[in-house]
């Protein structure tokens, strides 16, 4: 059984709410059949119920009647949501709350915060940074992260499993973020894999083996990483061969480190080199990418490619209501 049918198997019988604010999107859709057929989780779609109701007739979904569906402005939560966006953004009217709680993000995103369900997926005509935007604007960040981010779940041939970040939010984050990126990757980890994460912040650079400002960045980052949590085991910075490969770790490394060369959570420096790397992993070493899954947020939200497939949708479903 591989990684992912191990989280569905894993998640069913949870009873996990998932709301999609695009709910009159067809992979949605479809997705959602899928998830309430197979019991993996019930989720609750924003949109007109008429035509959701039509589309789910024309593409022939046969369970459309058991999906809950919310009209945004006929729903009993609408006042409640208009009220607590207003306690939220205290510089604000009730009347101005009242225009932005009409839209479907915002108003799934305070279905999460007000734990009327566990997560939200959206994406698939939303672009990232509206998601995001809507999530920091509802659901907030957890006390000590300030930085939204993103991790990939890598899965390779020999079934071994990294967690790579940040891959598809941060462009160059300084060394205040990246710590906070490495923190959030490796508590979602533990959550996932149950099994305690050894985080590797990656450079060009091993322990000081070159000198640069880019080098000193990650530097910086594993200092206050370390200090913000000391119960995970960190390292950095770390070439990512001596991060994964222990006889390469014991040739370039001569004391102690508890990651090098056994590393499963890898924080790319900036932007270029995550993109690049879980690419390069994915095509060249046929490892299968589960991604980008987002982080840092109060409760679990996720976003999903505008190009996602109903495959992707229920993937990602599946791993941000295991992150609840």
Do not use: W
């Not at 009159?24 to 197979?38: G, T, Y």
């Not at 402005?73 to 949501?81: G, L, R, V």
């Not at 200092?223 to 994964?244: C, M, S, Y």
Request: hydrophobic share 40%; glycine share 6%.
């Amino acid at each position: 059984m591989n990684k992912i049918n191990e989280f569905i198997e894993k998640i069913k019988g949870l009873n996990k709410k998932v709301v999609f604010p695009e709910g009159e999107d067809e992979r949605i859709l479809k997705a959602s059949s899928e998830l309430l057929k197979e019991k993996i989780v019930f989720p609750i779609l924003i949109g007109k119920k008429e035509k959701i109701f039509e589309l789910g007739k024309n593409i022939g979904i046969d369970n459309i009647t058991q999906i809950e569906i919310i009209e945004v402005e006929n729903s009993e939560y609408f006042p409640e949501f208009v009220n607590r966006y207003c306690e939220k953004r205290k510089n604000i009217s009730k009347n101005v709350s009242e225009k932005i709680v009409r839209k479907p993000l915002i108003f799934g995103g305070l279905m999460v915060d007000t734990g009327k369900c566990d997560s939200m997926v959206a994406g698939a005509s939303n672009t990232t940074a509206s998601v995001i935007q809507a999530a920091s604007l509802t659901i907030g960040y957890p006390e000590g992260i300030k930085t939204p981010s993103s991790f990939f779940i890598m899965a390779l041939p020999n079934e071994k499993i990294y967690f790579f970040a940040d891959c598809a939010v941060n462009i160059c984050p300084d060394e205040n973020q990246l710590a906070e990126i490495g923190i959030t990757t490796g508590i979602n980890y533990k959550k996932l894999m149950e099994e305690e994460p050894k985080i590797a912040f990656l450079s060009f650079s091993t322990k000081g083996s070159a000198s640069h400002p880019a080098v000193e960045k990650v530097q910086k980052a594993v200092k206050i990483a370390k200090e913000r949590n000391n119960t995970f085991d960190i390292d950095g910075e770390l070439q990512v061969d001596a991060a994964i490969n222990e006889d390469v770790a014991k040739r370039k490394i001569k004391d102690f480190s508890p990651v090098a060369g056994k590393a499963n959570v890898l924080i790319f420096p900036d932007l270029n080199a995550g993109n690049i790397g879980y690419k390069i992993t994915q095509y060249l070493g046929n490892a299968e990418a589960y991604g980008p899954i987002l982080q840092g947020f109060a409760k679990p939200v996720s976003d999903l490619s505008r190009g996602a497939k109903v495959k992707d949708i229920i993937i990602t479903t599946v791993i941000t209501c295991l992150m609840s």
